[in-house]
């Protein structure tokens, strides 16, 4: 008899049937559906299924979580459905024909300047670092700037300038690369047409503006003449010239022989894009680009601003949630390009710190909940720097009102950054670390609209909360049963015995003996977990996907990696693994525990590449034996976080588990888990 006979029947009838399945895939803890009707799935039965954790739906594919055997429960469903399993690309594919245009289109956006993010970020702290060396006149009476009393700090200035044009001047070299690999297309050919973007021999696009058009330089072809203009810090130019590259890159491919493929397919595709991306598609892209920044600029510097700024800010946070956001990376870097600077940057920022202080209201409000604060803390923390996924998945969307007081405080802190002209240097760091990237002329003003964006959704959050947070949401359910039974028992010995000790320690105090007593008398003593993984320990909450941190699997920790080599936590048997993208394993402990060690977030997509699996199931593994490696460049260049996620999905026989975070760890030694 299959172990989920049910549980599939039961799936099958509340997702709609055989018939409203296009495709269906699977991961190392969830079913990834595409469904023909969204609608006829019965959310509320599937969830009642005893298998399984939760539904969500994302990018197209309904997810329904199963947990460690969710292999197991896939052969059977297909199995028993008729239906047969697809790879997790062509469910991806699939998925987006359930998408919206505007959603394909953010989608596809989101995943080009994905894998630039980073270098983004970097350049915008290395820019606002020099705005702080070499625009703030700090000494001799506010005369003087740090660059000008120091010949060291000018060579630093001077040198880190190389950092500053490789990312924004030589941007359109990224956003080609990235686009031939996220359509599988010839990645070095993406490379040198972005460099013919921006090559030397070209009138630099920043100095066109101020060139007269008579000593613009010229190609002359006789019959007619072509601007050499280059496109650098140009976005919708350098996407234009990309998906060209890409399409007759594709085209050639398709229809040569393989016998000359390698002749013909590269030569025929570059040489005409590099035509097509200097006569046709870059002076388009440029106008479109222009026009895209100056409409965002007349916004931001009309009469009308005030609505513009005000209706930003307040929808900022949604966008985040719905993935729209991506696309003001390019509105962004169009309006650096053109204007020289950007008023829109300074309101994400600025949104940043609004949801991070409704955050830090909720966590002065819960204060006495333990495992609240086990939430709020991180996502304070990790919002105030810029990351805001998890304040607003795991606190203030849970409870509604914090995203609507953060939401305020946004708009009005928006209200005053563009009312006064508020400008950023380019894309940097959000949350309190933005004002590096802000231009100094307008540090005074953004520091007032940084403390708007504190105070207001600050107090309105703890106003709100005060009123309609529970007894039991502000100190937890645990210590409210401590607290109504101390309340019960007030004045009886039972009570005194509670303030001693309960359970094994107050059997233990009561009679007189010690914790060891107690422990040589029978009782199990404390274990522990090692270290999967050598790096820095975080909370289970700062992990970028709600399936984990929401705790849907389970309790856990997580490990942002200094190596590259997950081993075993300790003495177990290897339950299940995914020998196909060999990105995730679970093991199940002598005492019935079983745990997930999943390296990355969507790292199944890359399906295996960059990875290497050790261990087969069924194999008897001891602490610290090497489990899987995995290559943390190829993870960053795929655009994917490489934070390694541990889950207790089942505690098996242990109790009072305590996780260890915050704190640096080495694997196979430091202790991750502690338990009775």
């Known amino acids: 008899m299959a172990k989920y006979q049910n549980e599939v029947r039961e799936l099958l009838d509340a997702i709609g049937g055989k018939g409203n399945i296009s495709a269906v895939s699977h991961c190392m803890t969830r079913m990834r559906f595409v469904l023909a009707d969204e609608k006829k799935a019965d959310v509320k039965t599937i969830e009642k299924i005893k298998c399984v954790k939760g539904t969500f739906t994302q990018a197209g594919q309904f997810q329904v979580i199963i947990g460690n055997d969710v292999s197991t429960f896939f052969n059977e469903f ?10 997790k690309d062509a469910a991806k594919q699939a998925a987006k024909n359930n998408q919206t245009w505007l959603q394909k289109l953010m989608s596809n956006l989101g995943e080009i300047f994905a894998p630039i993010i980073p270098a983004l970020i970097c350049g915008g702290l290395v820019l606002g670092f020099r705005n702080v060396i070499d625009s703030i006149a700090f000494f001799e009476n506010g005369t003087k700037t740090l660059v000008q009393i120091s010949q060291f700090w000018a060579g ?5 300038w190389l950092i500053g044009e490789a990312v924004f001047w030589l941007l359109p070299v990224g956003i080609v690369w990235s686009i031939t690999k996220k359509m599988g297309t010839t990645q070095i050919l993406g490379i040198v047409l972005g460099l013919t973007l921006v090559s030397s021999q070209l009138l630099n696009g920043f100095n066109v503006a101020t060139t007269p058009a008579d000593q613009i330089p010229v190609w002359d072809f006789g019959f007619a003449q072509v601007k050499m203009i280059g496109y650098q810090g140009q976005v919708i130019a350098a996407m234009m010239a990309g998906f060209v590259l890409v399409y007759l890159e594709k085209f050639f491919r398709k229809h040569c022989p393989a016998v000359i493929s390698m002749i013909v397919v590269p030569f025929c595709s570059l040489v005409p894009a590099v035509f097509v991306a200097h006569m046709v598609v870059g002076p388009i892209g440029w106008a479109i680009g222009n026009a895209i920044g100056d409409v965002v600029y007349a916004g931001l510097t009309s009469n009308f601003r005030f609505i513009f700024a005000g209706i930003f800010g307040l929808c900022y946070a949604p966008i985040v949630m719905t993935g729209l956001h991506h696309m003001t990376n390019a509105i962004d870097s169009q309006l650096v390009t053109t204007t020289g600077g950007t008023m829109l940057w300074p309101m994400i920022a600025l949104s940043n710190i609004a949801q991070g202080s409704s955050v830090l209201a909720m966590s002065v409000l819960q204060k006495k909940n333990e495992r609240a604060q ?7 923390i990790s919002c105030y720097l810029g990351v805001t996924e998890p304040a607003l998945f795991g606190v203030n969307l849970k409870y509604g009102f914090p995203l609507v007081c953060g939401m305020i405080g946004s708009a009005c802190a928006a209200l005053i ?10 894309i940097g760091v959000g949350g309190l670390p933005g004002i590096l990237s802000i231009f100094p002329q307008f540090w005074l003003i953004f520091l007032a609209a940084m403390i708007v964006a504190v105070v207001i959704p600050f107090v309105l959050t703890y106003m709100v909360g005060s009123k309609k947070l529970s007894r039991e949401e502000r100190v937890g359910e645990e210590n409210e049963d401590k607290a109504a039974e101390t309340l019960k028992n007030t004045g009886s010995d039972a009570a005194e015995n509670k303030a001693e000790g309960s359970g094994a320690d107050g059997a233990a105090a009561e009679s007189g003996r010690t914790a060891d007593d107690a422990t040589a008398a029978g009782q199990a003593a404390p274990a522990s977990l090692k270290a999967f993984l050598s790096g820095k320990a975080v909370p289970l909450e700062n992990v970028p996907d709600e399936v984990f941190s929401q705790h849907v ?15 075993a936590p300790a003495d177990a048997e290897v339950s299940v693994v995914m020998e196909d993208s060999r990105h995730a394993c679970g093991l199940t402990l002598a005492n019935g525990m079983e745990v997930l060690i999943h390296v990355g977030i969507d790292t199944v997509n890359m399906q295996g590449e960059g990875f290497e699996l050790l261990v087969k199931q069924g194999e008897k593994v001891r602490c610290g034996q090497p489990l899987l490696r995995f290559d943390p460049e190829k993870i960053k260049a795929a655009g994917y976080p490489t934070i390694t996620v541990f889950v207790v999905t089942d505690e098996g026989d242990a109790r009072n588990l305590k996780y260890v975070t915050g704190v640096d760890v080495k694997a196979g030694e430091s202790d991750i888990v502690n338990f009775q």
Not at 78 to 87: C, D, H, L, Q
Not at 374 to 380: D, E
Not at 418 to 424: S, T
Not at 556 to 567: F, H, L, Q, R, W
């Open 417 to 426: 950054s563009v009312g006064f002209g508020v400008e950023a240097a380019s």
């Open 78 to 87: 297909t199995a028993y459905a008729g239906i047969e399993g697809v790879s």
């Open 553 to 567: 699997m389970g309790d856990g920790m997580a490990i942002e990696p200094t190596d590259n080599t997950v081993v």
């Open 156 to 160: 630093v200035d001077s040198f880190l």
């Open 374 to 380: 086990q939430v709020n803390v991180p996502a304070l």
